[in-house]
């Protein structure tokens, strides 16, 4: 599949036209969503998309920190603005797909835990 500039979309997401934002962005909301917007960093999100651009993160947590739908938390890791949960929650922005890597993130992480 290609996307508007002729170049193929990686990753199977697919991001249809007028959204205010990146797929980076989307997968950082879809991140928050599927993890029912537990803090993470930048890294952590990266790391659950498996070989990830760890800037590229950073660059967009920051960006969707300055359009006020993320918060960053004293330790540096970011979340859900509570005025943007809802809008995230209900998916309209973020995109239903089965991530690599995501299950196998979130299981480990269950096991750092217990």
């Known amino acids: 599949m290609e996307?508007?500039?002729g170049r193929?979309?990686?990753?199977?997401?697919?991001v249809s036209i007028n959204l205010p934002w990146t797929k980076v962005e989307?997968?950082?909301l879809a991140y928050f969503k599927m993890n029912n917007n537990n803090p993470?960093?930048?890294?952590?999100?990266a790391r659950a998309y498996g070989r990830?651009?760890?800037r590229d993160y950073q660059k967009s947590c920051n960006e969707l920190l300055k359009k006020g739908f993320l918060?960053?938390?004293?330790?540096?890791?970011f979340k859900v603005n509570a005025n943007s949960w809802e809008q995230v929650k209900k998916g309209k922005e973020t995109i239903e797909v089965?991530?690599?890597?995501?299950?196998?993130?979130?299981?480990?992480?269950?096991?750092?835990k217990h």
């Open 3 to 5: 996307d508007l500039t």
């Open 8 to 14: 193929k979309e990686k990753k199977g997401i697919k």
């Open 26 to 28: 989307i997968s950082i």
């Open 40 to 45: 993470a960093k930048y890294i952590e999100i």
């Open 52 to 54: 990830a651009n760890y």
């Open 71 to 77: 918060e960053k938390l004293e330790d540096g890791s």
């Open 98 to 112: 089965g991530f690599p890597y995501f299950q196998i993130f979130l299981e480990k992480l269950k096991e750092r």
